[in-house]
């Protein structure tokens, strides 16, 4: 009963910790039954972007864990990737395995902000450039890029509302695009503008929810498209806004 | 004169994809391969539009290079190919057409929005189909090997 008890609890924190970074439906849900398999008995699982469940067949007992939070952290599946195959190559035991993962969770890798800044703003002038705009326009895309992502990270400190980030971001991006342009410094806004929103295009959510669908999990595919659209349609309106300020 | 635009459109392809891939929070010592995927994906991508073979299919082709080098990275070096084919598809993703979709319809020509919007649903399927084919591919390969073994 013990054991039961443990495994149940182990599988449903994997799964959690997988969901809550950023992994797909489909290897939160393997990873889950194979873990749940090691013991000879046959796990089911049922996960969605909301919720992780798991029972075994032949007892009574189900857990539940409920995730709220969802940001990307591909590391930490990294991690627990490992620890997981660790665990059924036989290197480590379940509490162990339950453990690690729990501290993995606790200790995330992050960067600091003036590092992650300054990535936002070199990846926003490389882009620009390669979706077609001008080598002159480089650092003016740089230097909106990375006040663009200030904006979007204070957002998600301090005003702490979903969806928000993304449009008080691309709201930046636009007025200050459109004010660099009105005194000449920048000649292709468009490109300008893509460049810059790009670190904010939900790529991953996009091709996790077409990949989801694909497995046959409809109601998380579903719900991530859904989720996609919410932000493109922020990230959006946010342009407009500034489009319609400033003209 | 091409080998210098295809250089210079490698190099920004790597530095954007193993960028964003820091972003995302992938181990820094893992970053550059990411970039590769990414690198790799957009060259096809630059190569077979110029060559003229449209949107949606360069679009299907470039994310099946990005996959197939996602799967290598991931078998070789134990880990999820989610690490390396998210940050690969990002030049690919359709940022432009969302982008013209908007200021076409905030601008009132609804006829030229509609077009966009349409565009930037056919590039992202056309994206998830080429990782999907690779899978397909793939899959199907090892099960052939494994019959015949």
């Known amino acids: 009963m013990e054991n039961t008890s443990l495994l149940l609890e182990t599988c449903a924190v994997v799964g959690q910790v997988m969901l809550e970074n950023g992994a797909e439906m489909y290897r939160v849900e393997d990873t889950m039954n194979r873990i749940a398999g090691e013991t000879g008995s046959v796990g089911v699982s049922f996960v969605t972007p909301t919720i992780v469940m798991i029972g075994l067949e032949e007892t009574e007992h189900v857990k539940m864990k409920r995730v709220t939070d969802r940001t990307t952290n591909l590391s930490v599946v990294q991690l627990v990737n490992t620890y997981s195959r660790e665990y059924t190559e036989g290197k480590?035991?379940?509490?162990?395995?339950?453990?690690?993962?729990?501290?993995?969770n606790q200790h995330k890798m992050t960067l600091s902000t003036w590092l992650k800044i300054l990535i936002a703003a070199v990846v926003s002038g490389s882009l620009m450039i390669v979706l077609g705009g001008a080598w002159s326009d480089f650092f003016v895309t740089c230097f909106i890029g990375g006040v663009g992502y200030s904006v979007y990270l204070l957002s998600q400190r301090f005003l702490r509302l979903k969806y928000f980030d993304e449009f008080i971001a691309a709201f930046c991006i636009g007025l200050l695009t459109l004010f660099f342009a009105k005194i000449g410094i920048g000649h292709t806004t468009d490109h300008m503008i893509i460049g810059s929103i790009m670190p904010y295009v939900p790529g991953l959510a996009l091709t996790n929810s077409i990949r989801d669908l694909q497995q046959g999990h409809l109601l998380s595919g579903i719900s991530r498209g859904v989720e996609v659209i919410i932000i493109a349609a922020m990230l959006a309106i946010g342009i407009a806004v500034a489009f319609r300020l400033a003209l | 004169?091409?080998?210098?635009?295809?250089?210079?459109?490698?190099?920004?392809?790597?530095?954007?994809?193993?960028?964003?891939?820091?972003?995302?929070?992938?181990?820094?010592?893992?970053a550059p391969y990411a970039g590769v995927s990414g690198m790799v994906g957009w060259v096809v991508y630059f190569v077979s539009t110029k060559l003229g073979l449209g949107v949606y299919f360069s679009n299907l082709l470039a994310a099946f290079f990005i996959e197939a080098i996602s799967m290598y990275y991931a078998r070789h070096k134990k880990c999820p190919a989610t690490l390396f084919n998210i940050p690969g598809i990002v030049p690919l993703v359709p940022g432009a057409a969302t982008y013209y979709m908007t200021y076409h319809l905030v601008m009132g020509?609804?006829?030229k929005g509609m077009y966009f919007m349409i565009r930037a649903g056919g590039i992202a399927v056309a994206i998830a189909a080429g990782l999907i084919l690779y899978d397909a591919c793939h899959r199907f390969y090892f099960r052939l090997r494994a019959k015949k073994l």
Do not use: D, H, R, T
């Open chain 1, 92 to 104: 480590i035991n379940l509490g162990q395995l339950l453990k690690k993962v729990k501290e993995v």
């Open chain 2, 1 to 30: 004169m091409i080998l210098l635009k295809l250089l210079e459109q490698s190099f920004l392809g790597f530095i954007s994809s193993a960028g964003f891939s820091i972003l995302l929070l992938v181990p820094i010592k893992l």
């Open chain 2, 109 to 111: 020509s609804y006829l």
